[in-house]
């Protein structure tokens, strides 16, 4: 067990909904960084928070969007789902900024259909 | 911008074997290196990590990688296979200077008895 959870662990949803994924990192860990794992694209980093703020953005979609909020938790908002959004959505934990170490949740399962 | 490139996607070798997983990086800074093992429907799970230091890493279950400057290598090797070593394989790079941390296609390995 990491320390990280991520909830639900499957989601499945219509193509144009939106739906918010949820992840509490392990105890005392400032940074959330969130990863997509899709069969194509392999695992692709989304986007950081460090300690509620904004950090680094990867191959984040502009329908895409998260927020740390100030208890740590994180969450990653999708909106107009399309088909091929359909993945594995994983949120990391970290004590630091930078990375030197991260942390795994179990991931949450999105199928749009 | 870092980047790291994994050598064949599916390794398969014999209970006891040699197990050696090849992972190439890229970085125009000095490397953070990580190895993760993914179990089916499973988050990923870190098995080792380079920072600075001693070349030589030792992590879980019996792995093992070297950072070798010259070549841009990071690879892993376990001694002997196990049938539960069976898994997927992540190679990872980040940097002192740099907030995620970008992932190898990865490689499957098979464990045969």
């Known amino acids: 067990d990491s320390g990280v959870t991520q909830t639900p662990k499957h989601l499945i949803t219509a193509t144009g909904q939106r739906v918010t994924l949820r992840c509490s990192p392990r105890s005392g860990d400032l940074s959330v960084y969130w990863y997509q794992q899709s069969l194509d694209q392999g695992l692709q980093f989304l986007i950081q928070?460090?300690?509620?703020?904004?950090?680094a953005k990867g191959n984040i979609l502009e329908r895409f969007s998260a927020q740390q909020f100030p208890d740590l938790h994180s969450e990653l908002n999708l909106s107009s789902l399309e088909l091929g959004d359909s993945a594995l959505y994983f949120c990391?934990?970290?004590?630091?900024?930078?990375?030197?170490?991260?942390?795994f949740g179990q991931g949450t399962r999105l199928t749009v259909v | 911008a870092q980047s790291v490139t994994q050598l064949g996607s599916h390794v398969s070798v014999s209970e006891g074997a040699l197990v050696l997983l090849r992972c190439n990086y890229s970085s125009s800074v000095p490397p953070y290196l990580f190895w993760y093992v993914q179990y089916p429907n499973q988050g990923l799970q870190l098995l080792l990590k380079y920072t600075t230091g001693a070349t030589l890493v030792k992590g879980i279950n019996g792995f093992e990688a070297e950072f070798k400057k010259s070549e841009t290598s990071f690879h892993l090797t376990k001694p002997s296979a196990h049938m539960s070593d069976a898994a997927e394989y992540f190679c990872?790079?980040?940097?002192?200077?740099?907030?995620?941390?970008?992932f190898g296609a990865g490689t499957r390995l098979t464990v045969k008895p």
């Open positions: 990391a934990s970290s004590d630091r900024d930078r990375v030197t170490e991260a942390f």
């Open positions: 990872a790079v980040s940097a002192y200077n740099n907030n995620d941390m970008r």
């Open positions: 928070y460090y300690n509620g703020e904004e950090r």
